[in-house]
């Protein structure tokens, strides 16, 4: 997977938000970059925070029934 720069533009001339292209990435790759970026105390991590992210229902139901079940949650 290339590297790729994520750039605010703002708003548009006619006010409304531009919105940011969707890539597709499989979920093995993403938590590899996202598991050595939280290994590493990556500061980045932090500037997404907030975003939100499109997860198929499966996915959302196994992550909650995770948190929920793991020692110290």
């Known amino acids: 997977m290339r590297p790729r720069l994520r750039i605010f533009h703002g708003e548009d001339e006619g006010g409304l938000a531009v919105e940011s292209p969707r890539v597709s990435i499989s ?12 290994w ?29 079940l793991r020692p110290g949650a």
Request: net charge negative.
């Open 27 to 38: 979920f093995g790759e993403l938590s590899r970059i996202v598991a050595d970026a939280r």
């Open 40 to 68: 590493c105390d990556r500061t980045w991590l932090s500037d997404f925070e907030d975003d939100q992210v499109d997860l198929p229902e499966d996915l959302y139901d196994v992550l909650i029934a995770y948190r929920r």
